[in-house]
Nanobody
């Protein structure tokens, strides 16, 4: 089973950028679709973006389209989330998750493996 470790979170001013990384252990990373979810204080976990096993298909929540980019490097067992034009409302703990090869816009319950999360704080 794959294990996931996120990194790259931090404090950034509104309008700035961050790139999150999610490093996976295990040799079967390329068989998983990957997703990014986030959870802000007092709010439910929400879908951010997903990418299929090959990287050929990507999916975004409407509020992230045009600002966030998900990508993966199967040779490095890593999935990325490039976040540009950050807003204070993007403040949350961001988690990556491993799921079915073609995750689409699936809800979080189809993902079986989760990382511990990395905190992103966007100041106004």
């Amino acid at each position: 089973q794959v294990q996931l470790v996120e990194s790259g979170g931090g404090l950034v001013q509104a309008g700035g950028s961050l790139r999150l990384s999610c490093a996976a252990s295990g040799r079967i990373f390329s068989t998983y679709g990957m997703g990014w979810f986030r959870q802000a204080p007092g709010k439910e976990r929400e879908f951010v973006a997903a990418i299929n096993w090959s990287g050929g298909r990507t999916y975004y929540a409407d509020s992230m389209k045009g600002r966030f980019t998900i990508s993966r490097d199967n040779a490095k067992n890593t999935v990325y989330l490039q976040m540009d034009s950050l807003k204070p409302e993007d403040t949350a703990v961001y988690h990556c998750a491993a799921g079915p090869p073609e995750p689409g816009y699936s809800a979080s319950n189809v993902y079986g493996v989760w990382g511990q999360g990395t905190r992103v704080t966007v100041s106004s």
